[in-house]
Structures are given as structure tokens and as C-alpha cells.
T-cell receptor
């Protein structure tokens, strides 16, 4: 079946360093979403990308959607302790907008 | 408060017990979801209801039984669970339409099966 894979599984960085997580789908996605889950919390929606090659920014976060609409990345510039958490990508399965599957997530921890 | 409320927040049950998890959304959404989150499989889709019809049952064992009486409420009935079913069960809702199906999650119900 369709799969969404994410790497790396864990990333431990010094505060102020950059961080990137990568997401790859086995099939083309109509859109891709990113969520953040703080430790002990629940996933919270960050952004959705729809167009091929789309790039969106939210302050220090930059999101990209690949030209083939099968991969995506999230880049955080100059990490802060508030960035700690697990970042998930997610996308709809085939043409079913209702069935949204998640990547395995990248857990970010930061050394102050 | 996210607009999606889950109860109970914590539940401990024996393998022979019957319990239910409840989810209520106040966002006017028309789709509701159950996800299971454990260390082995971070976010695993279980069930999807759209306009109160079940549109997805992701090969979930029959000891988990969902119920969606209306577009605002979703239940997960539990019976004869196994210890490996211990996990965080997350409810989510969305406005189900192509290209704009963003999930709003509840805080989750932490289930421990003894």
C-alpha cells in the first residue's frame, strides 16, 4: 500500500543550529501537510502545500513540496528550545481526501 | 482547547473489561477520525467517518468498534483488549473536501491494558 517515509527518525542539535526533516511518498500526493507534536501533546497543524515545487515560509520554518509531488522537506533555521518536538508529514491516500496517512516523524531535541 | 474534546484522558483496563472512548468536536466539521499512536507505529489511521458514514476501516481488529451517531460525536468501544493495545488514541476532525482536508486533533486518551 501507499507509504509515507520520513528521515531522520531523531535529530539532536545545538541551539542555533539548523534542522531539516525529509518526507518521501511512494506515490504522488495531491497535497502534503506538516504537523508538530510537542512532548506530551497532540499533533498540531503547521501548513499545507498543494502545488508542485511550492515553497512556503513561517518565520524560521521553510517548507518545500517537490516537483514530482512525492517528496517534501521542512527546514528550521537557527533552532530554539521552543522547536523541540516531533514533526510529521502527512498526505491523502490516492484520491481519497478523507484517508490521511502520516510519516513516521522526526523527533527534534535541542541542547541549550 | 483545540475544539476537539476527548474523554477520558487516561484509562486503565483489564483484558476482560468493556470501555468506551468519547470524542466531541465543536468546529462544524463533517469528518472524524481515530488514530492510534504507539512507540512502534507513531500515527496509525484506524477509522474515518465522513458525514456519519464509515469510509475507512484500516484493518483494525474487531475488538475495536467505532460509532458515529452524528457529525459532532465519535466513540471507540473497546472490549477484550490485549496489552499491546496500550497506546495513545487520538481523535481528529476535518472539513472533508478535496485539497483542504486539514486535521484538528484532540488531546488524546492514554489507554493502558493490564
Amino acid at each position: 500500500g501507499q507509504q509515507v517515509m520520513q528521515i531522520p527518525q531523531y535529530q539532536h542539535v545545538q541551539e542555533g543550529e539548523d534542522f531539516t526533516t525529509y518526507c518521501n511518498s511512494s506515490t504522488t500526493l495531491s497535497n502534503i501537510q506538516w504537523y508538530k507534536q510537542r512532548p506530551g501533546g497532540h499533533p498540531v497543524f503547521l501548513i499545507q502545500l498543494v502545488k508542485s515545487g511550492e515553497v512556503k515560509k513561517q518565520k524560521r520554518l521553510t517548507f518545500q513540496f517537490g516537483e514530482a509531488k512525492k517528496n517534501s522537506s521542512l527546514h528550521i533555521t537557527a533552532t530554539q528550545t521552543t522547536d523541540v518536538g516531533t514533526y510529521f508529514c502527512a498526505g491523502p491516500v490516492n484520491s481519497s481526501a478523507s484517508k490521511i496517512i502520516f510519516g513516521s516523524g522526526t523527533r527534534l531535541s535541542i541542547r541549550p | 482547547e483545540t475544539g476537539v474534546t476527548q474523554t477520558p484522558r487516561h484509562l486503565v483496563m483489564g483484558m476482560t473489561n468493556k470501555k468506551s472512548l468519547k470524542c466531541e468536536q465543536h468546529l462544524g466539521h463533517n469528518a472524524m477520525y481515530w488514530y492510534k499512536q504507539s512507540a512502534k507505529k507513531p500515527l496509525e489511521l484506524m477509522f474515518v467517518y465522513s458525514l456519519e458514514e464509515r469510509v475507512e476501516n484500516n484493518s483494525v481488529p474487531s475488538r475495536f468498534s467505532p460509532e458515529c451517531p452524528n457529525s459532532s460525536h465519535l466513540f471507540l468501544h473497546l472490549h477484550t483488549l490485549q496489552p499491546e493495545d496500550s497506546a495513545l488514541y487520538l481523535c481528529a476532525s476535518s472539513q472533508d473536501r478535496q485539497g483542504a482536508n486539514v486535521l484538528t486533533f484532540g488531546a488524546g486518551s492514554r489507554l493502558t491494558v493490564l
